[in-house]
């Protein structure tokens, strides 16, 4: 059996199937190249797999009558794996060990591996040529057998083949092909910990693959969908893009129609193919369940929070007849169901609002009332007072609490206060109640409408967001609701305004500059997201609950009245660093402060002129930003960032327009001064106003209150109280207890309760106040300043 070497770099002379004229045979490799067959080769990778040498000779002799011209190294492998089976088993084992390359797929098999795969796969996702395609699988596939591994996966294959396209210069293709998702590490600290990203979500199976799904759809935008200079600006910190997880596939938040859905029966799916279809309700109970579940259905088709305008107006037709217990049961249900029904996004309660009159409004008092079977039953202001009756009725179910005398958290409840309020007997009686919740739990909200610059018609959610009637004076429309409701805020796009203050380093046009730039991002990032949500909605058919139509037609999210918001945190710091105060602390600050935001406003106005949709300034909410803002610019400019808090991780800048939390400035004078920011942030604003540990007399909270209104510019504005609960003995008290003033029960018997940035929720446990809100937000609720009413 003599062995000897042909030469390789001659070419067959003949079509495969045979030999060539001169005895060659050629066979061909899995990348598509001709290579001479060296029956050396055989013989050394058998001794390699513990075939003896005799006997690898044997092999490699009988292997020669069988091969042929032309066949695929493949298929030669499989003859030759039969023969080495044929005579030892074990060896034959150790040898496809050894020669094949199996990979577990993201399908779930074991395939061999197959190069042309990576080929097919780099033109059709990262848009090369066949033939760069094809060289760099070649290279790939060099890599991969030197690694002598018995199987590959398809993330290490795309890892390998992203590394190669780096080598090659090829950074778009590289951008194009890679992979999205988490490292094992952070899957196990997930599971295991959980994550303080969103104080509304606690830790539970469905948290985690919410997280998990988030990280694959927020690393989309940054590598796939956003430019990456808008990108980049967001890593940095320049501005933030709030929701990223949901900024490719979903709008913010909604302000719903219920006497809509009341006229055209419901489809929580939006099509009815999926689920049962309601007809219109007949019955008050009916009715509120259906609220309910608008709210909990419409969170699969939005990011943010969802609410209910004019509530308690649309819902009063139901209860004609009705005695106070009948409709108190009603309020009772639809309170609990928002309360326990935990099953929004990734295993929460639905982030949901309520709008509540006190009276039915001028706008709504002719209109058609819609009621039972989706009839009209004459004019809403037919029913102001069926609309008081469960008005009493709701709020006495919010002032009982829950089973364990907890606060209901949800809905977030913004009571609408008109002049009327403070002179009507009626009106009185129930804004008082308003006060009770205030001094029990601090849990609602005061919607001011007293104000000359606020707009008959206006709503507001608990994620800032508020929509005013002036749009639709604006559009034509023959009633300001039609701008109010079945729509809300596309997506909220931040500025971080203490970074513009470090960079321009107290030049007032460097400033103005930069803050131009940043606002380009904002624009170019709400351009975006304009289109890509209208092809949701009308090409990729993603959103069937927004476009379902009602039987006379009409699609029920109103898409051209969106708003476009654009954000801002930490003016206040911007303030101490470009003028040398803070808001509270000269007249200068404060002045430049309202200057800089004015500019922001006119921007939006602008915008609104010159592209027909409509553009605002809000307030964001900054439940992390405000905190991770701060820990950026610390880590960038050190002492040049004037934080708030202890470093590094519990600092956090003053949200939005805010005066700082912890200023020795008297409660009116706060409201003044931050209540004349109100008018300007035209697309959401809140002024929140801390009590002390003291229960307040109710009448003097609701004086105090109508002074607020009257004499402040303040559009909406609470009164929050810090809460200890007990679950030992379901003792609620004020201010944030180390025992329990009744039985005397600490540490992990006590929860605690306060408002984070637009809605109240579980602090946390223990006597350290951690497990639920992120370390900057538990900083900045030790430094609030709390009034003593």
Same mark, same amino acid.
């Given at each position: 059996?003599? /062995?000897?070497?042909?030469?390789?770099?001659?070419?067959?002379?003949?079509?495969?199937?045979?030999?060539?004229?001169?005895?060659?045979?050629?066979?061909?490799?899995?990348?598509?190249?001709?290579?001479?067959?060296?029956?050396?080769?055989?013989?050394?990778?058998?001794?390699?797999?513990?075939?003896?040498?005799?006997?690898?000779?044997?092999?490699?002799?009988?292997?020669?009558?069988?091969?042929?011209?032309?066949?695929?190294?493949?298929?030669?492998?499989?003859?030759?794996?039969?023969?080495?089976?044929?005579?030892?088993?074990?060896?034959?084992?150790?040898?496809? !060990?050894?020669?094949?390359?199996?990979?577990?797929?993201?399908?779930?098999? &074991?395939?061999?591996?197959? +190069?042309?795969?990576?080929?097919?796969?780099?033109?059709?996702?990262? =848009?090369?040529?066949?033939?760069?395609?094809?060289?760099?699988?070649?290279?790939?596939?060099?890599?991969?057998?030197?690694?002598?591994?018995? /199987?590959?996966?398809?993330? &290490?294959?795309?890892?390998?083949?992203?590394?190669?396209?780096?080598?090659?210069?090829?950074?778009?293709?590289?951008?194009?092909?890679?992979?999205?998702?988490?490292?094992?590490?952070?899957?196990?600290?997930?599971?295991?910990?959980?994550?303080?990203?969103?104080? %509304?979500?606690?830790?539970?199976?469905?948290?985690?693959?919410?997280?998990?799904?988030?990280?694959?759809?927020?690393?989309?935008?940054?590598?796939?969908?956003?430019?990456?200079?808008?990108?980049?600006?967001?890593?940095?910190? $320049?501005?933030?893009?709030?929701?990223?997880?949901?900024?490719?596939?979903?709008?913010?938040?909604?302000?719903?129609?219920?006497?809509?859905?009341?006229?055209?029966?419901?489809?929580?799916?939006?099509?009815?193919?999926?689920?049962?279809?309601?007809? +219109?309700?007949?019955?008050?109970?009916?009715?509120?369940?259906?609220?309910? *579940?608008?709210?909990?259905?419409?969170?699969?088709?939005?990011?943010?929070?969802?609410?209910?305008?004019?509530?308690?107006?649309?819902?009063?037709?139901?209860?004609?007849?009705?005695?106070?217990?009948?409709?108190?049961?009603?309020?009772?249900?639809?309170?609990?169901?928002? %309360?326990?029904?935990?099953?929004?996004?990734?295993?929460?309660?639905?982030?949901?609002?309520?709008?509540?009159?006190?009276?039915? +409004?001028?706008?709504?008092? $002719?209109?058609?009332?819609?009621?039972?079977?989706?009839?009209?039953?004459?004019?809403?202001?037919?029913?102001?007072?069926?609309?008081?009756?469960?008005?009493?009725?709701?709020?006495?179910?919010?002032?009982?609490?829950?089973?364990?005398?907890?606060?209901?958290?949800?809905?977030?409840?913004?009571?609408?206060?008109?002049?009327?309020?403070?002179?009507?007997?009626?009106?009185?009686?129930?804004?008082?109640?308003?006060?009770?919740?205030?001094? *029990?739990?601090?849990?609602?909200?005061?919607?001011?409408?007293?104000?000359?610059?606020?707009? !008959?018609?206006?709503?507001?959610?608990?994620?800032?967001?508020?929509?005013?009637?002036?749009?639709? $004076?604006?559009?034509?429309?023959?009633?300001?609701?039609?701008?109010?409701?079945?729509?809300?805020?596309?997506?909220?796009?931040?500025?971080?305004?203490?970074?513009?203050?470090?960079?321009?380093?107290?030049?007032?046009? *460097?400033?103005?500059?930069?803050?131009?730039?940043?606002?380009?991002?904002?624009?170019?990032?709400?351009?975006?997201?304009?289109?890509?949500?209208?092809?949701?909605?009308?090409?990729?058919?993603?959103?069937?609950?927004?476009?379902?139509?009602?039987?006379? =037609?009409?699609?029920?999210?109103?898409?051209?009245?969106?708003?476009?918001?654009?954000?801002?945190?930490?003016?206040?710091?911007?303030?101490?660093?470009?003028?040398?105060?803070?808001?509270?602390?000269?007249?200068?600050?404060?002045?430049?402060?309202?200057?800089?935001?004015?500019?922001?406003?006119?921007?939006?106005?602008?915008?609104?002129?010159?592209?027909?949709?409509?553009?605002?300034?809000?307030?964001?909410?900054?439940?992390?930003?405000? =905190?991770?803002?701060?820990?950026?610019?610390?880590?960038?400019?050190? $002492?040049?960032?004037?934080?708030?808090?202890?470093?590094?991780?519990?600092?956090?800048?003053?949200?939005?327009?805010?005066?700082?939390?912890?200023?020795?400035?008297? &409660?009116?004078?706060?409201?003044?001064?931050?209540?004349?920011?109100?008018?300007?942030? %035209? =697309?959401?604003?809140?002024?929140?106003?801390?009590?002390?540990?003291?229960?307040?007399?109710?009448?003097?909270?609701?004086?105090?209150?109508?002074?607020?209104?009257?004499?402040?510019?303040?559009?909406?504005?609470?009164?929050?109280?810090?809460?200890?609960?007990?679950?030992?003995?379901?003792?609620?008290?004020?201010?944030?207890?180390?025992?329990?003033?009744?039985?005397?029960?600490?540490?992990?018997?006590?929860?605690?309760?306060?408002?984070?940035?637009?809605?109240?929720?579980?602090?946390?446990?223990?006597?350290?106040?951690?497990?639920?809100?992120?370390?900057?937000?538990?900083?900045?609720?030790?430094?609030?300043?709390?009034?003593?009413?």
């Amino acid at each position: 059996m003599a /062995y000897y070497t042909r030469d390789s770099t001659s070419n067959p002379s003949t079509p495969y199937g045979g030999r060539a004229r001169d005895g060659s045979i050629y066979v061909i490799k899995s990348d598509g190249r001709v290579e001479l067959y060296d029956p050396n080769k055989v013989v050394v990778s058998l001794i390699r797999s513990g075939v003896p040498y005799k006997t690898a000779a044997e092999i490699a002799d009988e292997l020669q009558y069988k091969v042929y011209d032309g066949m695929s190294t493949r298929t030669l492998r499989t003859i030759l794996i039969n023969l080495v089976d044929q005579r030892s088993p074990e060896a034959a084992l150790r040898y496809k !060990q050894a020669h094949e390359m199996f990979v577990r797929t993201s399908r779930g098999t &074991l395939e061999r591996f197959d +190069p042309k795969l990576i080929e097919d796969s780099l033109v059709k996702e990262a =848009g090369l040529t066949q033939e760069v395609a094809a060289h760099i699988s070649r290279e790939v596939e060099a890599k991969l057998r030197k690694l002598k591994v018995g /199987y590959l996966t398809a993330p &290490l294959i795309r890892e390998v083949v992203t590394v190669q396209l780096l080598e090659e210069g090829l950074e778009e293709a590289r951008s194009q092909y890679t992979r999205l998702g988490m490292p094992v590490y952070d899957v196990t600290h997930l599971i295991e910990h959980g994550s303080k990203e969103n104080a %509304n979500l606690h830790h539970n199976p469905e948290t985690i693959h919410k997280f998990a799904g988030d990280q694959i759809l927020r690393e989309y935008l940054l590598v796939k969908v956003l430019p990456r200079h808008i990108t980049d600006a967001h890593l940095r910190g $320049d501005i933030h893009l709030h929701d990223s997880d949901y900024y490719a596939v979903r709008p913010n938040c909604l302000q719903h129609d219920l006497s809509w859905f009341f006229a055209n029966g419901l489809r929580v799916d939006g099509t009815g193919n999926h689920t049962s279809v309601a007809a +219109p309700p007949k019955h008050a109970m009916v009715a509120a369940l259906h609220a309910a *579940k608008i709210l909990a259905s419409s969170q699969t088709n939005m990011a943010g929070g969802q609410s209910l305008d004019n509530f308690n107006v649309f819902m009063a037709p139901f209860f004609v007849g009705k005695s106070y217990d009948e409709v108190k049961q009603v309020a009772q249900a639809f309170v609990y169901e928002m %309360n326990m029904q935990y099953v929004a996004r990734g295993g929460q309660v639905v982030f949901s609002n309520i709008n509540l009159e006190l009276t039915v +409004p001028p706008f709504l008092r $002719d209109e058609p009332a819609i009621g039972p079977k989706g009839k009209v039953v004459g004019k809403y202001g037919d029913f102001e007072d069926e609309m008081h009756l469960f008005t009493h009725a709701l709020l006495d179910v919010f002032l009982e609490g829950d089973a364990r005398g907890k606060p209901h958290l949800f809905p977030n409840t913004i009571v609408k206060v008109r002049d009327s309020a403070f002179k009507d007997p009626e009106q009185r009686e129930l804004l008082l109640k308003v006060h009770q919740l205030f001094s *029990k739990y601090g849990t609602p909200y005061i919607l001011n409408l007293l104000p000359k610059w606020q707009h !008959q018609a206006v709503n507001s959610m608990g994620c800032r967001t508020r929509l005013s009637g002036d749009w639709a $004076d604006r559009q034509g429309y023959p009633n300001p609701r039609y701008s109010t409701m079945r729509t809300g805020n596309i997506h909220y796009n931040t500025i971080n305004l203490p970074r513009i203050a470090i960079e321009a380093n107290g030049d007032d046009n *460097k400033a103005f500059e930069i803050l131009d730039q940043r606002l380009g991002l904002i624009r170019e990032s709400l351009e975006i997201k304009h289109d890509l949500i209208e092809r949701r909605l009308y090409k990729n058919k993603l959103l069937p609950f927004l476009t379902q139509k009602g039987a006379s =037609g009409d699609e029920y999210y109103q898409f051209r009245d969106l708003t476009h918001t654009v954000g801002f945190v930490g003016l206040n710091e911007f303030t101490r660093i470009h003028v040398g105060s803070a808001l509270h602390e000269s007249r200068d600050a404060y002045d430049f402060g309202m200057d800089l935001i004015r500019y922001m406003r006119d921007w939006a106005e602008f915008l609104t002129e010159t592209t027909g949709w409509r553009w605002t300034l809000t307030q964001s909410p900054a439940e992390s930003t405000a =905190g991770r803002f701060a820990k950026l610019d610390l880590r960038e400019f050190g $002492d040049r960032a004037l934080v708030n808090g202890a470093a590094p991780n519990s600092v956090y800048y003053t949200n939005s327009s805010h005066l700082q939390v912890d200023a020795d400035v008297p &409660l009116f004078e706060r409201a003044r001064l931050e209540g004349e920011f109100h008018p300007i942030c %035209n =697309g959401g604003h809140i002024t929140h106003l801390f009590l002390g540990e003291g229960t307040p007399n109710p009448e003097g909270l609701m004086s105090l209150t109508e002074k607020l209104c009257r004499h402040t510019n303040m559009g909406l504005f609470d009164y929050t109280r810090d809460l200890t609960t007990c679950k030992n003995c379901a003792t609620v008290s004020g201010g944030l207890q180390k025992t329990c003033p009744n039985c005397g029960a600490s540490g992990a018997d006590l929860e605690y309760y306060s408002r984070i940035t637009g809605y109240c929720q579980r602090i946390g446990s223990g006597d350290s106040c951690t497990g639920g809100w992120n370390d900057s937000k538990v900083a900045e609720l030790r430094d609030r300043r709390r009034y003593c009413i």
